[in-house]
């Protein structure tokens, strides 16, 4: 198995700024965060810092809504959950979720604008995971708190 290294790349690519199909979402995120190996640990990239929620400035709170509108959608929901069990080539996601290639690569390309997933290309293939652990944990805990004993309603 051969190392690829990622290319650099802002988090918008292939898209113009504010096209229909994602809400604007781009030019919420043209901050440049080019990096140039996307499998760094957030610990290791500095993400590891406490945020304090009430102190997110108008753009920021209006990129994670944007966030949030992504993930309400059930086709790219599934599409982050099967990639939470590591990297996954999108014609077995478009398999295994019963959707088309050409939609699932749609949905992929719009997480990835979110920087929700990571794309690695392997020759003629790109494989899809979890971009990073804030993600991933977010899933988790949204799953428990769903599963939660309701009795306290």
Do not use: N, W
Not at 29 to 41: C, E, F, L
Not at 44 to 67: C, K, R, Y
């Amino acid at each position: 198995m051969t190392t690829i290294t990622p290319r650099q790349a802002t988090s918008i690519e292939a898209m113009p700024s504010g096209s229909p199909s994602t809400g604007g979402f781009e030019s919420m995120t043209a901050q440049k965060t080019t990096s140039p190996d996307t499998s760094q640990s957030c610990a290791t990239t500095g993400h590891g810092a406490a945020i304090d929620p009430l102190a997110l400035s108008q753009s920021d709170v209006a990129v994670l809504a944007e966030t949030f509108r992504l993930l309400g959608d059930q086709s790219r929901l599934k599409i982050l959950l099967h990639c939470m069990r590591g990297s996954v080539a999108v014609g077995d996601i478009a398999d295994s979720l019963d959707l088309s290639q050409s939609l699932v690569s749609h949905h992929l390309r719009l997480l990835r604008g979110a920087r929700l997933v990571r794309g690695e290309r392997q020759s003629k293939h790109i494989f899809y995971g979890i971009a990073d652990q804030h993600v991933s944990q977010v899933l988790q805990d949204m799953a428990s708190h769903i599963s939660e004993d309701r009795s306290d309603d």
